[in-house]
């Protein structure tokens, strides 16, 4: 290369300063995403925490009867002290599993707003459809949520008798999940539910 086709002094400068304008830039962008990037996740799980406390679902009018039955069962008072929340039942562990969820709670929330479910009565009328959809719902996630505490594998017999560990040994040999006998246990039955086993 001549000396009249190298680049100047000032052209090799502004050229490296491209450079390293171009690289900065990129650094940046990327340290800016990465910042923005745990402000909107810490942001969205902040969001996601506070719709799963017990709080926020007892808000509406119609769940503080929902709330009040649940009160009287073993998942909220029992021997071993362990509590169960709205969410520990009703939202999957997975985060998949919590933002699908989250989808359908959604409609339960309009349904409040707009007058479907918004008095006891109606909540009462609506009880079976919903209950029927909560139930279906266990029963396509095999109890996902249930088997968070409840294992067929902890489960002993000395603690719980011999009729009762033969049943749930039973359950586990015929693939059943815990909602097919377990509804119930921690809202009142729809007035409408009749219990399939009790013609066997």
């Known amino acids: 290369m001549s000396d009249q086709n190298k680049p100047g002094f000032v052209q090799r400068q502004l050229q490296t300063w491209k450079d390293h304008t171009l690289r900065s830039s990129i650094v940046t ?3 800016i995403g990465a910042i923005a990037g745990i402000v909107f996740g810490d942001g ?19 769940m503080q009867g929902n709330f009040k039955e649940y009160k009287d ?3 909220w008072k029992n021997a071993s ?9 009703h939202v999957p562990p ?4 919590k933002i699908h969820r989250k989808m359908e709670a959604a409609e339960d929330v309009w349904g409040e707003i707009i007058g479907v479910v918004d008095t006891p009565a109606k909540f009462e009328k609506r009880r079976m459809k919903m209950a029927t959809e909560e139930w279906a719902r266990f029963k396509a996630n095999d109890s996902v949520t249930c088997r968070r505490c409840h294992s067929f594998d902890a489960m002993s017999q000395e603690k719980q008798g011999e009729t009762r560990f033969n049943k749930h040994m039973k359950a586990k040999a015929d693939g059943q999940t815990c909602i097919d006998c377990h509804k119930g246990v ?3 039955l729809p007035k409408e539910y009749r219990d ?4 066997e």
Do not use: K
């Not at 902040?46 to 119609?62: A, P, Y």
């Not at 002290?81 to 520990?88: F, H, L, Q, S, T």
């Not at 997975?94 to 599993?97: A, D, E, Q, R």
């Not at 399939?196 to 013609?199: A, G, K, Q, S, T």
């Open 73 to 75: 069962t073993v998942h």
């Open 94 to 97: 997975s985060f998949g599993g």
């Open 29 to 31: 962008l990327l340290v």
């Open 196 to 199: 399939p086993n009790e013609d």
């Open 44 to 62: 969205f799980n902040f969001l996601i925490e506070q719709t799963n406390s017990i709080e926020f679902c007892t808000s509406c009018h119609t």
């Open 186 to 188: 921690a809202h009142h």
């Open 81 to 89: 002290g362990v509590r169960a929340g709205c969410p520990d039942c």
